[in-house]
Every structure is written in structure tokens, then in C-alpha cells.
T-cell receptor, first 114, second 113 residues
Framework: ETGVTQSPTHLIKTRGQQVTLRCSSQSGHNTVSWYQQALGQGPQFIFQYYREEENGRGNFPPRFSGLQFPNYSSELNVNALELDDSALYLC?????????????FGPGTRLTVT | GDSVTQMEGPVTLSEEAFLTINCTYTATGYPSLFWYVQYPGEGLQLLLKATKADDKGSNKGFEATYRKETTSFHLEKGSVQVSDSAVYFCALSGTNTGNQFYFGTGTSLTVIP
């Protein structure tokens, strides 16, 4: 069974640029969530996708957007990058949207905005 | 809104000491509660979970009991090892917010030989 994978591992961008992060969900999982983890903090929920539709969004501006594909992999896009967007971005997959489903996390993408 | 408050760190213990990391939550309804662990340079790994009141989650010698009356889910281990050194996160998934997780700020644990 393949776990959650993310690419790239590290990324350096300049303020104002756009970035796309990718995530492959664990086999059999149809739900993908994205989190932002600032240094020394807990992960903050960005949004969730279930069967290619957005299924909940945290307190993040519209320049954070996403997609889920028919194979349940997902992308996170961030436009007009700001310095505060520097963080570890975590993708997690689960087998449903109920509160009792555990989420399985990928290793993360470390984004640095200069 | 839903939230988790976690014991501030860092925590330093000697090997074989008893560990408690406090976690309290605020939520409407009946959330599910989780503990995740993050080893240096790695992503989050599920340690244990409990989905209803009085449930006890356990794994690798760690335990936590879902206490609705005190809105708590404290993590305990009777005898820590050096390999337990990591950051521990308490999290909840609320009944009104589907599978959206709310995390605490994390507690860093260092176990010294």
C-alpha cells in the first residue's frame, strides 16, 4: 500500500509569484485535505476535497485554491505569494469525510518565499 | 468555534520517566480526538484516536482517554524511551465540520538517556 506522497520536497519562490504543490493520496482514499504548518505551530486547515469537489475551507484567502483529479490526487495553488506564506504545506488523505476518519499525512512541501 | 489547547513545551524527561501531555478541547457536539507525532524532518503520523466519550486510544505504550466531562484527552506513557523524542500534536475533528482537523500548537518532547 502506497502512502501519501507530495512534490516537490522543497521550493523557493519570490514574493508575487505563483506556486503549485502536488499530492497523491493513499490508495483507496477519496478525500484530500491541505494544511499549512508555520514553524513551531500546529497545522492549520486550508481546504478539503472530496470526489473532486471542495468540501470545506479554512480561514485562508481566495488566492489559495485547489483541485482534485479523478484519481483523487490533488493540487494546491497559491497566487501572489507573500512572505508569510513561507511554511510547510501538508497534504492528508482519508477514506471519507466523517469526523471519525483518521487522516494520513504526507511528508510535506517546504515553501520559502523571499 | 472548535479548538484544541495543548500543554506548552518543551518537555525534557529522563529515560523510563512517566509522561503526561495535557490536551483540552472546545467543540460542539461529539468530536473525534487524535494524537499525532512528528519526528524530526518527517510528516505527521497518527499515534492514537478515540471517537466517543470514555473511549481509550492506545498504541506503542501511549494511552489517552476521551473525557467529555473535563473536555480532555491527555496523552500518557508509563516509561519513555529516547526514541520517543518528537513533537506531539493533539487534534480534533468536529461533528459539524466533517473531517476538518483542528490541531494544538504541539509539545516538543526530548528524552535523555
Amino acid at each position: 500500500e502506497t502512502g501519501v506522497t507530495q512534490s516537490p520536497t522543497h521550493l523557493i519562490k519570490t514574493r508575487g509569484q505563483q506556486v503549485t504543490l502536488r499530492c497523491s493520496s493513499q490508495s483507496g482514499h477519496n478525500t484530500v485535505s491541505w494544511y499549512q504548518q508555520a514553524l513551531g505551530q500546529g497545522p492549520q486547515f486550508i481546504f478539503q476535497y472530496y470526489r473532486e469537489e471542495e468540501n470545506g475551507r479554512g480561514n485562508f484567502p481566495p488566492r489559495f485554491s485547489g483541485l482534485q483529479f479523478p484519481n483523487y490526487s490533488s493540487e494546491l495553488n497559491v497566487n501572489a505569494l507573500e512572505l508569510d506564506d513561507s511554511a510547510l504545506y501538508l497534504c492528508a488523505s482519508s477514506s471519507g469525510t466523517g469526523s471519525y476518519y483518521e487522516q494520513y499525512f504526507g511528508p510535506g512541501t517546504r515553501l520559502t518565499v523571499t | 468555534g472548535d479548538s484544541v489547547t495543548q500543554m506548552e513545551g518543551p518537555v525534557t524527561l529522563s529515560e523510563e520517566a512517566f509522561l503526561t501531555i495535557n490536551c483540552t478541547y472546545t467543540a460542539t457536539g461529539y468530536p473525534s480526538l487524535f494524537w499525532y507525532v512528528q519526528y524530526p524532518g518527517e510528516g505527521l503520523q497518527l499515534l492514537l484516536k478515540a471517537t466517543k466519550a470514555d473511549d481509550k486510544g492506545s498504541n506503542k505504550g501511549f494511552e489517552a482517554t476521551y473525557r467529555k466531562e473535563t473536555t480532555s484527552f491527555h496523552l500518557e506513557k508509563g516509561s519513555v524511551q529516547v526514541s520517543d523524542s518528537a513533537v506531539y500534536f493533539c487534534a480534533l475533528s468536529g461533528t459539524n465540520t466533517g473531517n476538518q482537523f483542528y490541531f494544538g500548537t504541539g509539545t516538543s518532547l526530548t528524552v535523555i538517556p
